[in-house]
Antibody, heavy 117, light 111 residues
Framework: QLQLQESGPGLVKPSETLSLTCTVS??????????WGWIRQPPGKGLEWIGS???????YYNPSLKSRVTISVDTSKNQFSLKLSSVTAADTAVYYC?????????WGQGTLVTVSS | QSVLTQPPSVSGAPGQRVTISCTGS?????????VHWYQQLPGTAPKLLIY???NRPSGVPDRFSGSKSGTSASLAISGLQAEDEADYYC???????????FGGGTKLTVL
């Protein structure tokens, strides 16, 4: 059974870079056809797609975040990562990783990242 | 403001049928892109409920059904149960944005 697990700091200072990693277990991140995505949810608000990556490294990002986002993949570790630069309080959210094909499925449990000094 | 529009809330009594709408435009649902639906129970990660407009993943009860027409899609839940109380989100692809988009979410209350 495929499982995803997010990891990274729970607290980031304003203007710094948020860095998270998603570790995939129970399957290979190099499986063809699948993209791997990041989605976030501010407290009490809805879901926002951040971006997605193919195992080959091909990426596509939410235009509203594109200038600050970098998603990368490490097939040797079966992981993919998110970097979001110049964060502000508006980037405080639960960050989820998920496999993407026909919809996002499955999802990781999510990790809360708070931007505060 | 979300690209896909959902009602903020819907409610129904146990056993009743409710529907949740998801309205898009010619650059997403109306362009033929698939709509997917997610259920998010309180304090948990979203779970895929319907994929490809009307398909249920294994394990999802047939009380849940999806449809799509024109620039809109709908999620129907029949035989409402207390455990269905959750937030529901639609999701599709938008060609103008060249990426995935979510609806704002609908909170279902079981009376």
């Amino acid at each position: 059974q495929l499982q995803l697990q997010e990891s990274g700091p729970g607290l980031v200072k304003p203007s710094e870079t948020l860095s998270l990693t998603c570790t995939v277990s129970g399957g290979s991140i190099s499986s063809s056809s699948y993209y791997w995505g990041w989605i976030r949810q501010p407290p009490g608000k809805g879901l926002e797609w951040i971006g997605s990556i193919y195992y080959s490294g091909s990426t596509y990002y939410n235009p509203s975040l594109k200038s600050r986002v970098t998603i990368s993949v490490d097939t040797s570790k079966n992981q993919f990562s998110l970097k979001l630069s110049s964060v502000t309080a508006a980037d405080t959210a639960v960050y989820y990783c998920a496999r993407q094909l026909l919809g996002f499925d499955p999802w990781g449990q999510g990790t809360l990242v708070t931007v505060s000094s | 403001q979300s690209v896909l529009t959902q009602p903020p809330s819907v409610s129904g009594a146990p056993g009743q049928r409710v529907t949740i709408s998801c309205t898009g435009s010619s650059s997403n649902i109306g362009a033929g892109y698939d709509v997917h639906w997610y259920q998010q129970l309180p304090g948990t990660a979203p779970k895929l409920l319907i994929y490809g407009n009307s398909n249920r993943p294994s394990g999802v009860p047939d009380r849940f059904s999806g449809s799509k027409s024109g620039t809109s899609a709908s999620l129907a839940i029949s035989g409402l149960q207390a455990e269905d109380e959750a937030d529901y989100y639609c999701q599709s692809y938008d060609s103008s944005l060249s990426g995935s988009v979510f609806g704002g979410g609908t909170k279902l209350t079981v009376l």
